[in-house]
């Protein structure tokens, strides 16, 4: 919000930082990795497009990358169409359904317009540390707050992710897979017991200590604990706030068939 109410800042990152950073990427995902469109890889590409129109956002490019570690990225800066990167790991790990909730949570980061903010607070953060006295102090209290800003921009687009499957237990799969999960596995993994073991990381961080411990486990963390971020995708499913979205959202497009 404070980066917000400076007028022409968000206008004058995209010109200073897209550029370059933009090209350098581009070459890359051109040069290593499938472009995913109607003729390669059409079933991904119709996901891709089923939750950008849920989202109401322009459907940016996707690109599948050779990599065994399960990953996804999004970068948008100025100039061409943004783009989301999968890794070969995580589509091999994953259903269609989960595989979506992937992708409708790295919309989320597009449809919040995460990457330039987080852009400019690593810079606020970088600046105070070059002030004498109080600067450290300044950019270490900085550099918190953005790794708080962070965790909870990763818990919208989970939410994201919610809004395009609708079903709460997709959502919970994709992080139980991505702490413990393999192709081998899968079948047996249980995604109520992931649960349970959300609410019983709750249940053993309540105590003095434990609250303690729990925050220094995930000061410095960019993304929240994947237990954490399963108990509060299926709190928010269970919330008003979310059935009244979806109410919303159904008599909208009842509307707009009949």
């Not at 051109?30 to 890889?41: C, P, R």
């Not at 317009?113 to 070059?130: E, K, M, P, Q, R």
């Amino acid at each position: 919000m404070l980066l917000r109410a400076i007028p022409g800042l968000n206008e004058l990152g995209k010109l200073l930082l897209g550029p370059v950073a933009e090209q350098v990427m581009l070459l890359e995902n051109i040069g290593t990795s499938l472009l995913v469109s109607e003729e390669q890889l059409p079933e991904l590409h119709n996901l891709l497009l089923e939750a950008a129109k849920i989202l109401n956002l322009e459907a940016p490019e996707l690109y599948i990358r050779q990599n065994p570690v399960p990953n996804a990225y999004t970068l948008a800066m100025n100039g061409r169409k943004p783009f989301i990167v999968l890794h070969t790991g995580l589509v091999e790990l994953l259903t269609p359904a989960e595989i979506q909730a992937v992708i409708a949570h790295e919309l989320g980061h597009l449809k919040c317009d995460h990457g330039i903010w987080l852009t400019f607070a690593n810079i606020v953060a970088v600046g105070a540390y070059s002030l004498p006295g109080l600067g450290v102090i300044i950019a270490q209290t900085l550099e918190e707050q953005i790794m708080r800003w962070l965790r909870a921009a990763e818990l919208t687009c989970d939410r994201a992710a919610l809004l395009v499957t609708q079903d709460p237990k997709v959502v919970v799969s994709v992080l139980m897979k991505l702490s413990g999960g393999s192709p081998s596995l899968a079948k047996q993994l249980n995604v109520d017991a992931f649960l349970k073991q959300a609410h019983s990381y709750d249940k053993a961080s309540s105590s003095p200590l434990g609250w303690y411990l729990r925050n220094a486990q995930t000061r410095q963390l960019s993304h929240p604990l994947p237990v954490l971020r399963a108990r509060e995708i299926d709190s928010w499913a269970k919330s008003s706030e979310y059935q009244n979205l979806i109410s919303r959202a159904t008599i909208f497009n009842a509307e707009k068939v009949g």
